[in-house]
Structure formats: C-alpha cells, structure tokens
C-alpha cells in the first residue's frame, strides 16, 4: 500500500524550531506535487504548505516566513522546517501527495495521506 510516512513531531516552546520529515515508500513523488496540512482538535483539517515536482511552493499566510517547505527527490522525502513556533501551531501534521504535478491548497487535491504527527508549542 502506498503511503507517505511522518516524522519529527513532538513538543517545543513557542520561538522553537522543529522539522518534519515524510518518506514515500511503495512509489516514487518525485513528478508529484506534495503538501503538509494540519488539524487542531475541533477545527477542519488546513492546509499549511506545498511543493510541486518542479520546486514551486505555496504557502497558507499565517506560516508564510516562518516554515520552509523543500523536497529531496533522490531520496523520495519531503520535509518542513518549521520555525519561530507559536502555540496556535498546535495540531495534528499530515503529509499528502497528490495524482497531479500542480498545487491547489485543499485537502481534496491530495490523494495519498499520512497517519499524522503531533506537534506541541506551549506557551
């Protein structure tokens, strides 16, 4: 079964940094546009940054200058640097690819999803 796999979540205080890493293993995404969305408890899931398989990005506006989105096609792994962390980056981070090469910022555009990792920032 494909699916993309997290790491790097845990907890931090807010001003930290964390980086996040998603591995495909069972195909390559390499000519795929990959995201990150996250989910805090009792909201819709949102989307926060993407890629395409060309290194364009797309970043939602309350992490834009903060987080980084990059990918390492030789290694199949996407990763994003999250810095300057605030407590309202509490949520549950999800990666996702999609069937298509371009960048539309919904949920539903993506078509692989990972289980998710939880990210902290206390106050």
């Known amino acids: 079964q494909v699916q993309p796999v997290e790491s790097g979540g845990g907890l931090v205080q807010a001003g930290g940094s964390l980086r996040l890493s998603c591995a495909a293993s069972?195909?390559?995404?390499?000519?795929?546009?990959m995201g990150w969305f996250r989910q805090a408890p009792g909201k819709e899931r949102a989307f926060v940054a993407a890629?395409?398989?060309?290194?364009?990005?797309n970043y939602a506006d309350s992490v834009k200058g903060r987080f980084t989105i990059s990918k390492d096609n030789a290694k199949n792994t996407m990763y994003l640097q999250m810095n300057n962390l605030k407590p309202e980056d509490t949520a549950v981070y999800f990666c996702?690819?999609?069937?298509?090469?371009?960048?539309?910022?919904?949920?539903?555009?993506?078509?692989?999803w990972g289980q998710g990792t939880q990210i902290t920032v206390s106050s």
């Open positions: 996702a690819a999609s069937s298509s090469s371009g960048i539309v910022p919904r949920a539903t555009w993506f078509n692989y």
């Open positions: 069972g195909r390559t995404f390499s000519r795929n546009a």
């Open positions: 890629i395409t398989w060309g290194g364009s990005t």
